[in-house]
């Protein structure tokens, strides 16, 4: 048995070396002469493909999209990496494969070698300069059909719109065009209008919504592939980095009301909040741009409203000191008298009562006497911490609300 399965196989080994020695193969030679036809002294780089000039070569763009490099807001630079797809027929690069072993249907040729159109990205951030290296090969079909991948980090300036930064979306574009042709010379195609995705790796700041590739006409009737990304900034990491702690310490604030008079730190609590809020502030503004076009962040509004807020809170608390602290003689005005007793009335205070024992009656028979209270600077500056509270606190709750709000809305 184990005979007949070695003879077996050593027949199916003979059977295809004959038919690998009768069939037909292109060799090393078949391809440098190859090269050698196609490649010769009539052949000129310079010169556009098209049998007929009266009919525009046709250019067909794709772009595989890899990953999104960056997008600095402050200075509007957008970058990613990809492959731009090129493909065009240069009819001059047609051959037979029966001339060539049989089945030389495609081959590898330099990029220095033949013509390739100047496509120069319009938007570029730095120079303008051209897609494609020297050293970057391409593959042409026995039927002239050159394609042209070129794998690159891709540049353009994008003026991002801030306005409800960190809950954003922004859309960036990339131009290209190919210089010093015009419409009756070259069109372009657009095979599939939008990126290949299937090799694209996950940002950790911006999630990919979509996707486009078309063809326009600028100002200047030349005609550009414009591609287009349409991104929304995934939001946890600065709600849990700076929307969280800036509702925190402004409502921090509030507490320097319900603090002790006596304890000191009322002016150092409030002012050290009051800075942490503006530390905020200025890391904001480090991010977003310095222009206001096409509009301001609204968070850049809420920490500055914030902020506002916290200077009005030092300054009722500066002002509330003053009244624990002046003289009792000084007579208190009638109408912060009336501004205590609306105050403490609307809060419905329970008034205090003395109860007095009687010596000449029983344990049992008590009398309950109302008192009234005699109204110190004390009880006025107590009243003004109240409304302060109270006050200050309806207008974060406010502000944070109306803020969050819109943010909801939006996304």
């Known amino acids: 048995m184990k005979d007949r399965r070695m003879i077996g196989q050593l027949f199916a080994v003979i059977i295809f070396d004959y038919l690998c020695l009768f069939s037909e193969a292109y060799t090393i030679n078949d391809e440098l002469s190859l090269h050698t036809a196609i490649f010769n002294s009539t052949y000129d780089r310079d010169v556009r493909p098209g049998a007929s000039r009266s009919t525009p070569l046709q250019i067909m763009v794709t772009f595989i999209f890899k990953s999104i490099k960056e997008l600095d807001e402050s200075v509007g630079k957008f970058s990613i990496t990809g492959a731009l797809g090129v493909f065009w027929v240069d009819h001059r690069l047609s051959w037979n494969p029966t001339d060539y072993g049989g089945d030389l249907n495609t081959t590898v040729v330099p990029q220095k070698k033949i013509w390739i159109p100047f496509l120069v990205n319009t938007m570029d951030f730095d120079t303008l300069k051209p897609i494609g290296h020297n050293e970057l090969n391409l593959r ?5 059909k050159v394609t ?11 003026d991002a719109d801030m306005s409800f930064y960190p809950f954003d979306s922004q859309i960036c574009t990339l131009r290209f065009y190919i210089q010093g042709f015009t419409l009756s010379e070259i069109v372009f195609a657009i095979p599939k209008s939008s990126m290949d995705m299937n090799e694209y790796s996950e940002n950790g700041i911006w ?3 979509e996707t486009q590739i078309y063809i326009a006409i600028n100002s200047q009737q030349i005609q550009e592939v414009r591609m287009t990304i349409s991104m929304k900034r995934r939001p946890v990491y600065y709600i849990s980095s700076l929307i969280l702690p800036v509702i925190f ?6 507490f320097v009301f319900v603090m002790p008079p006596e304890c000191g730190e009322r002016v150092g609590f409030v002012t050290t909040v009051l800075l942490a809020i503006a530390v905020y502030l200025t890391l904001v503004q480090d991010k977003l741009p310095e222009g206001s076009e096409p509009s301001v962040s609204f968070l850049s509004y809420k920490l500055l409203g914030d902020f506002m807020i916290g ?7 500066i002002v509330g000191l003053r009244f624990y602290h002046r003289e009792e003689e000084t007579v208190i005005p009638d109408y912060l008298e009336t501004f205590h007793r609306m105050l403490f009335r609307c809060c419905r205070c329970k008034r205090k009562h003395k109860v007095n024992f009687d010596e000449k009656k029983s344990a049992t028979e008590v009398t309950i006497d109302s008192v009234s209270k005699i109204l110190t600077w004390r009880d006025i500056g107590m009243a003004i911490d109240r409304f302060c509270l109270i006050l200050f606190g309806i207008i974060l709750v406010i502000s944070n609300g109306v ?3 819109v943010m909801c809305f939006y996304t």
Do not use: R
């Open 403 to 405: 803020y969050l709000a």
């Open 311 to 317: 200077v009005f809170m030092t300054i009722s608390v």
């Open 140 to 144: 042409v079909a026995n039927d002239g």
């Open 249 to 254: 310490l402004a409502f921090l604030q509030l």
């Open 148 to 158: 042209w991948i070129t794998p690159n980090m891709f540049e353009s300036t994008c």
């Open 207 to 209: 999630e990919v919504k």
